[in-house]
């Protein structure tokens, strides 16, 4: 039996008693799971008249067009994030200390502030100056939920290329710069695309932290998929009640199903990465070439000819 680097194996009672752990703990989830079914079943909210809402087509367009906004203010504020992460990344590395101080608050500014907190602000300052502001004032509560989750995960990212820039071997950077590369020429050329690669399946876990908190919107009126079917479930009625319960289990199961595909693609592409060959491939090695008559014998003596030695090719 081999021991593990960080634990020292389980012997027999050991195993004996993760597995009498393992049995405990799954009833207990089992029973927990009963028990909420039974009191969902008390209350009537697995009446079929109540999830037959969600065969009404009005319902369904709600629904829909909730997912359809989510995902918008997720591309756009995704997208923003991440360059801003980049740009922020790049200015703390930067040999400027104004720039890298700046750069430096900024970042540490937004991880400390609450998100929610970021959102409602920028939600009231637009409002305050909504006639000032142009295209973003009659989009008040889109841009501020935008601008909000762009500024907070666009901090986190930073951290994130930084730690892939700063993992990238010295060694490398030396010899770039000793082959006459500039500091533009280093970052873009070298640093940026192993960060890039390295650090892809640590940004995309943080995309989905930004899928998620686009439900915020909520607080600030926007019609994200949680206000939307929040707002729906409160405009029906089913025996009496508004169906908050069901509509609350399928909205989660919307947002589980939206996250599990991105980490999804976060998993296959670090297992896409590992299995990846990396490098230049060394080329076969091909016969020498020749200079035409150099190592042609045919007619020339090979030994000493009138005391002295001639050498094939010589005239």
């Known amino acids: 039996m081999t021991a593990s680097v960080l634990y020292d194996a389980p012997g027999p009672k050991a195993r004996l008693r993760n597995r009498v752990y393992t049995v405990l703990g799954s009833l207990a989830l089992i029973a927990l799971l009963a028990f909420v079914v039974y009191r969902l079943d008390a209350k009537g909210q697995l009446d079929p008249k109540v999830w037959d809402i969600f065969n009404n087509a009005g319902v369904r367009t709600n629904i829909r067009d909730g997912v359809l906004t989510t995902l918008k203010v997720f591309a756009v504020a995704g997208a923003l994030s991440l360059v801003l992460g980049l740009l922020l990344a790049v200015a703390r590395l930067s040999e400027h200390r104004p720039v890298r101080w700046l750069a430096t608050g900024f970042i540490e500014l937004f991880r400390a502030v609450p998100l929610l907190i970021t959102i409602y602000a920028l939600w009231v300052l637009f409002l305050t100056y909504k006639t000032d502001l142009g ?158 008559g150099v190592l042609d014998t045919t007619g020339a003596p090979l030994g000493p000819v009138d005391g002295r030695t001639e050498r094939p090719g010589d005239s």
């Not at 500091?183 to 899928?211: D, G, N």
């Not at 686009?214 to 405009?235: D, K, P, Q």
């Not at 009625?237 to 589980?256: H, K, L, S």
């Open 135 to 292: 295209v973003i004032g009659d989009y008040t509560a889109f841009w501020g939920l935008v601008i909000g989750l762009t500024v907070y995960n666009g901090s986190v990212q930073a951290e994130v290329f930084r730690a892939g820039i700063n993992a990238v071997p010295k060694g490398q950077v030396e010899a770039a710069y000793a082959l006459g590369m500039r500091k533009y020429q280093v970052m873009t050329m070298l640093l940026l695309p192993q960060a890039i690669r390295s650090m892809l399946p640590t940004m995309i876990s943080q995309l989905v932290v930004t899928l998620k908190d686009t439900s915020l919107g909520y607080v600030i009126t926007y019609t994200e998929l949680l206000f939307a079917t929040r707002t729906m479930a409160n405009n029906i009625i089913v025996n009496g009640e508004n169906p908050f319960t069901a509509v609350t289990i399928v909205v989660g199961a919307i947002y589980i199903a939206m996250c599990l595909a991105l980490s999804s693609l976060a998993t296959w592409i670090e297992r896409r990465g590992r299995r990846a060959k990396t490098g230049v491939a060394v080329a076969a090695a091909a016969e020498p070439a020749e200079q035409p």
